[in-house]
Nanobody, 129 residues
Framework: QVQLVESGGGLVQAGGSLRLSCAASGRAFSGYALGWFRQAPGKEREFAATISWSGNSTHYSDSVKGRFTISRDNAKNTVSLQMNNLKPEDTAVYYC??????????????????????WGQGTQVTVSS
């Protein structure tokens, strides 16, 4: 099992940047695929980005591709989401999620929240226009 705690959310103007972090505790962190999902007010939670167990492959939603970058540090048990050129429509609660997936590549298979059994509590990101 793995426990996840997000940090780094806040208020930023449109065009600005934020970096979210997710710290994991538990065993064998490097065997987990990790994802970032987000939920805007009144909307369902949606996929943003995922990274494989090794960090060698990533997959993004079309809405964040080219602006967001997911990365991980297996030595520090952390996963990050660098968000650049933020837009008001990026306003949401951002969640970190994990699934045991050693030797699997990141792909749209992991674009569904149903693949992930472990979740953090979320961190709020608000982008003002």
């Amino acid at each position: 099992q793995v426990q996840l705690v997000e940090s780094g959310g806040g208020l930023v103007q449109a065009g600005g940047s934020l970096r979210l972090s997710c710290a994991a505790s538990g065993r064998a962190f490097s065997g987990y695929a990790l994802g970032w999902f987000r939920q805007a007010p009144g909307k369902e939670r949606e996929f943003a980005a995922t990274i494989s167990w090794s960090g060698n492959s990533t997959h993004y939603s079309d809405s964040v591709k080219g602006r967001f970058t997911i990365s991980r540090d297996n030595a520090k048990n952390t996963v990050s989401l660098q968000m650049n050129n933020l837009k008001p429509e990026d306003t949401a609660v951002y969640y970190c999620a994990a699934v045991w997936a050693p030797y699997r590549s990141a792909s749209d298979y992991y674009a569904s929240q149903t693949r992930f059994p472990y979740w953090g509590q979320g961190t709020q990101v608000t982008v003002s226009s």
